[in-house]
């Protein structure tokens, strides 16, 4: 991984993202400009930045950057398309934390979308049999949380239950 990038955005005029990122074998910082082309107020920002993401040209510039952060700046682009302020869009963007969102309350198509996120993540963090840190029968001690309060539960009594 020759680059490293350290900060991302987005201009709205061109449409485009703007990666900052620091050359390994120079050390330095430098700025790149990608322009985000055939993109409109319709269309779908994951496939968008799954196609950046992938494009040779820059996919060296992109590879420290996730696919969910290239999405939610597609998103940024998209809503500014669609008349909104970056402002309204970051306040949209902020109540789509998956670990806050009911998943109960998604539409079947929304849902399918969050479970194959999801089996992304854990096929990319997934160990098998053939990789150099695999372990097998891995035993893992959590120390105990100090601040965790006494429940009932764990009193010893005699009530019949």
């Known amino acids: 991984m020759p680059f490293v ?13 703007v990666v900052i990122y620091e050359a390994k074998d120079t050390g330095k910082m430098r700025k790149r400009v990608i322009p985000v082309r055939d993109f409109s107020q319709f269309s779908d920002c994951s496939k968008a930045a799954e196609r950046l993401k992938h494009n ?5 510039y992109l590879e420290s950057i996730s696919v969910s952060q290239l999405e939610k ?10 008349g909104l302020t ?16 009911d998943l109960n309350k998604l539409s079947d198509k929304d849902l399918a979308h969050r479970k194959a996120q999801m089996d992304k993540v ?11 840190d695999f372990v097998y029968d891995l035993e ?10 006494v429940c009932s539960w764990d009193d010893e009594s005699d009530d019949g239950f």
Not at 122 to 132: H, S
């Open 56 to 60: 040779p040209r820059h996919r060296d």
């Open 86 to 101: 970056p402002e309204q869009s970051l306040a949209g963007l902020r109540n789509e934390d998956p670990n806050e969102e």
């Open 122 to 132: 854990f096929e990319r963090n997934r160990k098998q049999r053939g990789d150099p």
């Open 5 to 17: 990038a350290k900060r991302c955005g987005v201009n709205f005029s061109p449409p485009s993202v």
């Open 140 to 149: 893992v001690e959590f120390p105990e949380m100090e601040s965790q309060g």
């Open 73 to 82: 700046l597609h998103v940024l682009l998209r809503e500014h398309m669609r």
